[in-house]
T-cell receptor
Framework: DAGVTQSPTHLIKTRGQQVTLRCSPK?????VSWYQQALGQGPQFIFQ???????QRGNFPDRFSGHQFPNYSSELNVNALLLGDSALYLC????????????FGPGTRLTVT | TQLLEQSPQFLSIQEGENLTVYCNSS?????LQWYRQEPGEGPVLLVT?????EVKKLKRLTFQFGDARKDSSLHITAAQPGDTGLYLC?????????????FGKGTHLIIQP
């Protein structure tokens, strides 16, 4: 049973560019959340997708957008990259309204130069 | 937004020693989760506490939820090098499994052989 997978593992981009990160949830899970984790900090909630719609959003600008596909996989898009967007981007999946446990992927390390 | 304060921020101890880390807030938690994150990995859920005064044990780890549900502690007995990692507490506003998590900044724990 595969857990949460994310791609790519590492990515280097230049300021002003756009990036797309991908996540496949754990088998049987229908809800995907994205988090940003700066170095030495705890993860910060970006948004959550369920039934292909954004259901909840944290305090992130519109440059951050996402999508969920019918197979529950998800993408995180960041436009007009800033140096401050350099971070570990984590995807987490869960079965909605079925308890607290959610599973995190290993993350994508994004470096903006 | 309810803030979670974790202490200490950093802790380095010898193998075999005991330690306690803390998670505090000025507001009442509906529930609280503890995660451990190892380098290059996503956070892994250790436990969820829900009831004030609740104590849960996971091998050498003991988790306690304050009576007033404003604080929580994690105690590790006879620490081992494998316990090294970032310990995060997290809160879910609704407590029902449908919200994004708010994380503390974490305690960086190093157990030296």
């Amino acid at each position: 049973d595969a857990g949460v997978t994310q791609s790519p593992t590492h990515l280097i981009k230049t300021r002003g560019q756009q990036v797309t990160l991908r996540c496949s949830p754990k088998s049987g899970h229908d809800t995907v959340s994205w988090y940003q984790q700066a170095l030495g900090q705890g993860p910060q909630f970006i948004f959550q997708y369920y039934e292909e719609e954004e259901r909840q959003r944290g305090n992130f600008p519109d440059r951050f957008s996402g999508h969920q596909f019918p197979n529950y996989s998800s993408e995180l898009n960041v436009n007009a990259l800033l140096l401050g967007d350099s971070a570990l981007y984590l995807c987490a999946s869960r079965l909605r309204d079925r308890g607290y446990e959610q599973y995190f992927g290993p993350g994508t390390r994004l470096t903006v130069t | 937004t309810q803030l979670l304060e974790q202490s200490p921020q950093f802790l380095s101890i010898q193998e075999g020693e005991n330690l306690t880390v803390y998670c505090n807030s000025s507001s009442v938690f509906s529930s609280l989760q503890w995660y451990r994150q190892e380098p290059g990995e996503g956070p892994v859920l250790l436990v969820t506490v829900v009831t004030g005064g609740e104590v849960k044990k996971l091998k050498r780890l003991t988790f306690q939820f304050g009576d007033a549900r404003k604080d929580s502690s994690l105690h590790i007995t006879a620490a081992q090098p494998g316990d090294t990692g970032l310990y995060l507490c997290a809160w879910e506003p609704s407590g029902g499994g449908a919200d994004g998590l708010t994380f503390g900044k974490g305690t960086h724990l190093i157990i030296q052989p």
